[in-house]
Each structure stands twice: as structure tokens, then as C-alpha cells.
T-cell receptor, first 115, second 115 residues
Framework: ETGVTQSPTHLIKTRGQQVTLRCSSQSGHNTVSWYQQALGQGPQFIFQYYREEENGRGNFPPRFSGLQFPNYSSELNVNALELDDSALYLC??????????????FGQGTRLTVV | AQSVTQLGSHVSVSEGALVLLRCNYSSSVPPYLFWYVQYPNQGLQLLLKYTTGATLVKGINGFEAEFKKSETSFHLTKPSAHMSDAAEYFCAVSDTGAGSYQLTFGKGTKLSVIP
């Protein structure tokens, strides 16, 4: 078991609404990354948080935003939902430190459906 | 910017046969390369990774991959397929350092194993 937990597991929202997805990272990890996996596609990098600061962002609009908390858990917020936002959202945690780098452990994801 | 191409969206092999899943990448800097497996309704599990050093990398469940810089390839192999290997496999590249794990994924290859 990787120790990365995401909630909720499934979610249905209406176009135009806002959604918040949550991720608890593995104990000892200080970095959280979020990915969007559309049906039949590979995951796409949304952004990464390291010690509560955004540490890189993929090609996603500003209505995708995030937070990382002092306990290194994280939220992904999506405003003004569009039908194309329907996807599996994956959270991955890892440890970034000088000379010590761990693999990224993924949670099981949140399946978001926008209707 | 980096990219990953996985040849073949669907590969079928007989149980006991060789598994070969192809991955080619592009990266402007020395890449870090990964293979992940995804079972239905689950997150991603790391099979193996190449960062530096030996170009033949051994992973879990009998899988291995060879980094070939001249061919910009990182193909995944397993000598003998097992029914439990049926899943979707993703190749990924990171050129922002082994620790940052800002991964670019391919579109995936679904592996079917025929009894």
C-alpha cells in the first residue's frame, strides 16, 4: 500500500460548478503532484507543490488551482467546470531533498464526471 | 519540451510468450525514464526507473527495460507473460531531475494476455 489517499473516489458535478479534490500524501513526503487522466489517455501533469509553494505547472488554465498544507496534504480546485474536465485525477507524493529522491507514489484517483 | 511515444495502443500476447512494449522519448537534457502499470480502477504503480548508471534496469514482477540513448528508446520486456500482467502500461519521462517527478506520460499500451 502506497499510503497516498485521495477523496472522494467518485464525484459528479454540473458544468459551471466548482470542485475540490483532496490528497493525503505518504508520511515523510514533502511534494505533491497532480495529474489529469482523460479516458483512454496517459496522465497529464497539472502542477506540483513543494513545501507549500507551486513548483511547476503544466499546460492547464488558471481555473485549475491548488494548495499544499503544512502537513503536506493537498487540494486541487477547479472552477467553472467544463465537460472536458471529466477525467481521473491522480495525486502523487514524493520526497524532494538534497541527495535523497524517492519515487512518486500515486493514489487511486478521483473520478470526476461533469454533466 | 519532452515527449513520449508508445507504439501500439493495444498488444496481445499468449501466456508464457515474450512481452515487448515499445517506448521512444524526446528530451533536450539527459532524461529520467519510468514505466508504470495501471490496473483497472486503480492508480499507477512504478515498475522500474532509469536515472543514471546501468542502462539495463530490472523492475518488479520480472520486468526489465533498456535505455538506448542512440535510439532514444526505453522498451519494456518480460520473458514470459502471466495472466496477471494484463493491465495498461505507461512510459514516462522527466527532464527536471529525478526528484521533481514532473512526468510526461505516453498514451499507454493496453496489454492483453491470452490463455
Amino acid at each position: 500500500e502506497t499510503g497516498v489517499t485521495q477523496s472522494p473516489t467518485h464525484l459528479i458535478k454540473t458544468r459551471g460548478q466548482q470542485v475540490t479534490l483532496r490528497c493525503s500524501s505518504q508520511s515523510g513526503h514533502n511534494t505533491v503532484s497532480w495529474y489529469q487522466q482523460a479516458l483512454g489517455q496517459g496522465p497529464q501533469f497539472i502542477f506540483q507543490y513543494y513545501r507549500e509553494e507551486e513548483n511547476g505547472r503544466g499546460n492547464f488554465p488558471p481555473r485549475f488551482s491548488g494548495l499544499q498544507f503544512p502537513n503536506y496534504s493537498s487540494e486541487l480546485n477547479v472552477n467553472a467546470l467544463e465537460l472536458d474536465d471529466s477525467a481521473l485525477y491522480l495525486c502523487a507524493s514524493s520526497l524532494l531533498a538534497p541527495a535523497v529522491n524517492t519515487e512518486a507514489f500515486f493514489g487511486q484517483g478521483t473520478r470526476l464526471t461533469v454533466v | 519540451a519532452q515527449s513520449v511515444t508508445q507504439l501500439g495502443s493495444h498488444v496481445s500476447v499468449s501466456e508464457g510468450a515474450l512481452v515487448l512494449l515499445r517506448c521512444n522519448y524526446s528530451s533536450s537534457v539527459p532524461p529520467y525514464l519510468f514505466w508504470y502499470v495501471q490496473y483497472p480502477n486503480q492508480g499507477l504503480q512504478l515498475l522500474l526507473k532509469y536515472t543514471t548508471g546501468a542502462t539495463l534496469v530490472k523492475g518488479i514482477n520480472g520486468f526489465e527495460a533498456e535505455f538506448k540513448k542512440s535510439e532514444t528508446s526505453f522498451h519494456l520486456t518480460k520473458p514470459s507473460a502471466h495472466m496477471s500482467d494484463a493491465a495498461e502500461y505507461f512510459c514516462a519521462v522527466s527532464d527536471t531531475g529525478a526528484g521533481s517527478y514532473q512526468l510526461t506520460f505516453g498514451k499507454g499500451t493496453k496489454l492483453s494476455v491470452i490463455p
